[in-house]
């Protein structure tokens, strides 16, 4: 039994990316300056889709989906990056892009949930005695004759 911000799609798919990105990673001599950044980007996706998918109000839900996007294009500029240093192949670099993409189109997707407030508008209704009285039968003047009249009550 897992927990519940690893069954969605989004979740595996930033799972699957890092553990490319390590492998890949492994591999590449020098480089520091772009493979430390893409390091850390990467392995933050994931756990801001749990922050996320743990939060109960959607504003926040909404801000940790957005940093965790955030990481995903930073991780498709440091591939731009290593590709025209040539560590990263065109066809490598686009397959990965092809994989953040996904990523990036769910995460927008989940921010955009619960950002507008949804109200049913009130109806707010007035009902007008035309006479002003307090009686219930609406016939305030002749009460006021009744009560004008000699010997009236």
Request: glycine share 12%; with cysteine; proline share 6%.
């Amino acid at each position: 039994m897992g927990f519940g911000h690893e069954k969605p799609d989004v979740y595996r798919t930033s799972i699957e990316y890092v553990g490319w990105d390590c492998r890949f990673c492994e591999t590449l001599k020098g480089h520091r300056n772009a493979k430390d950044p893409l390091v850390r980007a990467s392995q933050a996706i994931p756990p801001d889709i749990a922050k996320g998918n743990g939060k109960a109000t959607d504003g926040d839900r909404r801000r940790y989906f957005e940093i965790a996007r955030d990481s995903a294009l930073e991780c498709g500029a440091i591939q731009n990056v290593l590709q025209v240093r040539g560590a990263l192949s065109p066809e490598g670099n686009a397959t990965r892009k092809a994989l953040l993409d996904r990523i990036d189109a769910m995460l927008t997707k989940l921010g955009q949930r619960g950002y507008t407030v949804r109200e049913d508008q009130p109806q707010y209704t007035v009902g007008i005695d035309p006479d002003s009285d307090p009686d219930t039968d609406g016939n305030q003047e002749q009460t006021d004759r009744q009560q004008l009249a000699p010997g009236g009550g």
